[in-house]
């Protein structure tokens, strides 16, 4: 075989494989989706029917319009997103607060902070789920979408601190030294150097935050007793417990739960596994 | 690249230096009262007070709980917890349930953690040597598998391994009938039902686990393999080295930090599993396929509560997962600039 063509079909070689590693990966996702658009007739069958012929609407419009266990589909919505926003919102705060003093300042105490980050982040939070459960119980915020904000909150945050912290010892300090010398204060520096410079990495960890929130099954399902508080997650479990499950609606509110999240994904792709990486660990 | 440049800072990357910084200190920072040296205290306030009552202290609970009988009377608040010493131990060391949910754990964490790491080391260098363009495709096809919810992945997999209208048995029925044979001992998976055996469950549970996670480490260890300098393989190839001793030489040591972190979070991810077991068996139903956090899940939740039980159980698996996980912390504080 001349050297041209053993390099075209290494290529060749190459690229199947690249194509087999895409389909396993998206075939699954695709297979939810087609699944929320087909009929009955299609979904239920022992054939391979690889994209609905039969186009419907039905399973979908059932899910927004019926909802599951006597709400709509729109108040699990709004529940997951009250959540995951809260969380966001009062845990990118506390984070960049500790990232700037971890990386910006040596204080007596910094080492152990950052052991402390490592090792609690490798409890697995499920198993603070009894003591959790319990505390929340005893503070009175007990099926209070408050209560599962301020457990995400504490999940999250030694995760987000260690993602942040790289991105703001990114930022030159000479940046900051200028603005002061220019006579701003702490924190103006703060507010209007540093924070715009941070901004990626807090949207990175934002991100990061709202997903871990948004996907949260196992506290919302202990935390929140009525059914008008119940999050996505927990809410699809209904439609298995109902007589003959009924896969249409079961994808449907899948894919409504997914494609957000996919979105974000492919918008932060980059940062993301760079901030992971670097943040080492995720608890 | 992005994903290389926050990549290569780590450890050497704060170049503050503390020397440089004293002078600015003298003087009192205008506008905020505070003296510099209680500056940084005060930014961490909010995130001590989190960690300390939402994670150490409930840390600290969990481990009195596991010597503690909960009875209803005191979940609800209107009871003391009474003291049972080793009790809630010892009947986990007679209980089948324990034995098999810790085996369970443990296999299936040795056996998924392989696969992806080395399916997703597998991607990421075939990533590397992909053009631009097709690369870039893959890349967003393998995110969109990482980025599902692990309950709707738990969802896609039982359904794709439905007994009556998955996509999966309607492919085993595919193969030639003799091949089938041959592999599996059987020709027809007509009804096969997948989820209803603990044993075929966790091979659902595998394959789930590992799809949604092998992207994750494929991606890391491409921006790893970017961060390499070209010239190292250049002189390799001079130098007539073979692919594999180029991996052995230049590749696996220069990535080593990379896999350690990698190695470290799929440990601590797939001994925990618990979403996408939850809707493989729905709920907390068949007791011989648990693993150990479905097992605390279902002691401490499910009517009779047995919140004490659920809490040792809850500490054998932390203690498991700190031994396990101990060696590559140690690993990684040394490697962090944490001083």
Redesign the interface.
């Known amino acids: 075989m001349t050297p041209l063509a053993r390099k075209r079909l290494n290529k060749i070689a ?2 199947t ?3 087999l ?6 075939f ?2 695709y ?2 989706v087609s ?1 929320s658009f087909k009929a009955n007739d299609q ?6 029917i690889p994209f609905p012929t039969h186009f419907t609407f039905e399973h979908v419009g059932k899910v927004l319009t019926d909802g599951v266990a006597g709400n709509s589909i729109w108040v699990y919505m709004r529940n997951s997103a009250i959540v995951a926003l809260g969380t966001v919102l009062i845990g990118s ?3 960049l ?2 990232a ?8 007596k105490g ?2 152990s ?23 929340v ?2 503070m009175g915020l007990y099926d209070n979408l408050l209560g599962l904000i ?2 995400q ?3 999250t ?2 995760f987000g ?1 260690w993602m942040l912290r ?2 703001v ?2 930022v ?2 000479s940046l900051e ?1 200028a603005a ?1 010398i220019d ?6 520096t703060f507010w209007k150097v540093l924070f715009p410079l941070v901004a990626p990495g807090l949207v990175a960890t934002s991100i990061f935050s709202f ?1 871990t929130a ?2 949260d ?2 506290f919302a399902l ?1 935390l929140m007793k009525d059914t008008t508080g119940y999050t996505m ?1 927990v809410a ?2 209904f439609f ?1 417990g109902q007589r003959g499950t009924d ?1 249409g609606a ?2 449907a509110t ?1 894919t409504l ?2 494609l957000p ?2 979105a ?3 918008l932060v ?3 993301m ?6 943040g ?3 608890g | 690249m ?6 290569a ?2 450890g050497g ?4 230096a ?1 020397g ?2 004293r002078h ?1 200190s003298h003087k009192r ?4 009262g505070l003296p510099p ?1 209680a ?3 005060v ?2 306030i ?3 007070l ?2 300390l ?7 600290i ?2 481990v009195i ?1 596991s010597f503690q009988s909960i009875s209803l009377r005191v ?1 609800r ?1 209107v009871a003391e917890p009474e003291w049972v010493g080793l009790e809630n131990y010892t009947k986990l060391l007679d209980n089948d349930i324990f034995w098999s949910s810790l085996r369970n754990t443990i296999v299936f964490a040795a056996v998924t953690v392989a696969l992806t790491l080395i399916l997703g080391t597998a ?1 990421g260098a ?2 590397n ?2 053009s631009k363009r ?2 870039t ?16 992945q738990g ?3 039982r ?2 391994f ?1 007994a ?2 998955g ?1 999966i ?3 085993l029925n595919l193969l030639p009938d003799g091949l089938s044979t041959l592999l599996f001992g059987r020709a027809d998976w ?1 009804g096969q039902p997948w989820l209803n055996d603990a044993w075929s469950v966790y091979v659902v549970l595998i394959l789930t686990v590992v ?1 949604a996670s092998f ?2 480490v494929a ?2 260890v491409l ?1 790893g393999l970017r961060g390499i300098p070209a010239e190292l393989y250049e002189a390799a190839r001079v130098d007539g080295a073979t692919p594999w001793r180029t991996f052995r030489k230049i590749t696996f040591p220069l990535l080593k930090p ?1 896999f350690a ?1 990698l190695t ?2 799929s440990i ?2 797939d ?2 599993v ?2 996408q077991l ?2 493989l068996l ?2 907390p139903t068949n007791r011989e396929a648990f693993n150990l ?1 479905l097992f ?2 279902a002691e ?2 499910k009517a009779p509560p047995k ?1 004490g039980t ?2 040792a159980i ?2 054998v ?2 203690i498991i ?2 031994i396990v ?1 101990a060696f590559y ?1 140690r690993q ?2 040394k490697q ?1 600039d ?2």
């Open positions: 190459l690229n494989a690249g194509v590693v895409f389909l396993f990966a998206v699954p996702v297979w939810m699944t979904i239920f069958t022992t054939d391979f705060a506390f984070a607060l500790a700037t003093a971890v990386a910006r300042f040596r204080f910094r080492t902070f950052l052991i402390t980050l490592l090792i609690v982040q490798m409890i697995p939070t499920e198993a603070l789920l009894i003591p959790l459960f319990l505390n119980r005893r301020v457990i909150v504490g999940l945050l030694p601190i790289t991105f010892a990114a030159p300090k030294e002061w006579g701003a204060s702490r924190f103006t997903i948004w996907n099954l196992i202990v997650p699809l479990q298995f896969w079961i994808m899948s739960m997914t999240v996919i974000f994904f492919l792709q980059r940062r596994v760079s901030g992971l990486v670097a080492a660990v995720k | 992005a994903n290389t440049s926050t990549l800072p780590r990357g704060n170049t503050s503390p440089r910084r600015t920072a205008r506008g905020s040296r500056i940084p205290y930014l961490l909010p995130g001590i989190v960690i009552g939402l994670l150490l202290y409930p840390m609970q969990m709980m979940i608040g991607v075939l990533l040597r992909l097709m690369s495709f893959v890349i967003i096809g393998i995110m969109s598998a990482w980025a599902v919810p692990p309950v709707a969802t896609i997999w359904w794709l439905d009556e209208a996509i048995n309607w492919a007509t799809w992207p994750f991606v890391s921006a990379v972190v470290i979070l601590i991810w001994f925990k618990l979403s939850y809707v729905n709920g956090s605390s899940f401490a939740f919140m659920g809490a809850a500490v698996l932390t997962l700190l996980t912390t990684m504080v962090e944490l001083t």
